[in-house]
């Protein structure tokens, strides 16, 4: 079945350590990919986004991620973590241009 | 503050209850989303209206009512739940047209529970 997948659940990091977070899709053809953070009690945020052009995108509070096409992937790379950033991380992806599918999500525990 | 609210945020039902979920948005969009968030699954998208009109329905249960009055509302409707339906639903909007932005914002949620 057409799905994204989100390979760490739970990760846990001390303050200073670089992070990467698996994503991976199965829908073939023209997709749009995105990373969202849910901070404790707050709602969903958008963090990233990939349309189209350089496939390294840069987002908010010095997170990327990298699009490769022939691995169908789209990993969120952060070099240096902080206490802040524990949170929830969905990846999610439209095949169409209405409908967003999220992974399970990672949630990312950074120890100060 | 996304320019998406959800009311109320929080809900207790009985099973054989009737209560409704709203959600509004301010952002000029035409797509409205619900989502339901539970534990340890992804994100299940349940409804998708654009320009009112209603687009997709993956499976939901007959218990689940949406209504979308004009693009600027979406409601849930809930009739006779289970305990199992007890989640965080989502309100989630985009500008809904092909080969624009698919971006969704997203409200607080309604953290249901069914007692």
């Known amino acids: 079945a057409q799905s994204v997948s989100q390979h760490n659940h739970h990760v846990i990091l001390s303050e200073a350590a670089s992070l990467e977070l698996g994503c991976n899709y199965s829908y073939g053809g023209t997709v749009n990919l995105f990373w969202y953070v849910q901070y404790p009690g707050q709602h969903l945020q958008l963090l990233l986004k990939?349309?189209?052009?350089?496939?390294l995108v840069k987002g908010i509070k010095g997170f990327e991620a990298e699009f490769i096409k022939s691995k169908f992937s789209f990993n969120l790379r952060k070099p240096s973590v902080q206490w802040s950033d524990t949170a929830e991380y969905f990846c999610?992806?439209?095949?169409?241009?209405?409908?967003?599918?999220f992974g399970t999500g990672t949630r990312l525990l950074v120890s100060p | 503050e996304t320019g998406v609210t959800q009311t109320p945020r929080h809900l207790v039902m009985g099973m054989t209850n009737k209560k409704s979920l709203k959600c509004e948005q301010h952002?000029?969009?035409?797509?409205m989303y619900w989502y339901k968030q539970s534990a340890k699954k992804p994100l299940e998208l349940m409804f998708v209206y654009n320009f009112k009109e209603q687009t997709e329905n993956n499976s939901v249960p007959s218990r689940f009512s949406p209504e979308c009055p004009n693009s600027s509302h979406l409601f849930l409707h809930l009739h006779t739940l289970q305990p199992e339906d007890s989640a965080l639903y989502l309100c989630a909007s985009s500008i809904g047209q092909e080969g624009m932005n698919t971006e969704a914002f997203f409200g607080q949620g309604t953290r249901l529970t069914v007692v």
């Open positions: 952002l000029g969009h035409n797509a």
């Open positions: 990939y349309f189209s052009g350089d496939p």
């Open positions: 999610a992806v439209t095949p169409g241009f209405q409908k967003l599918v």
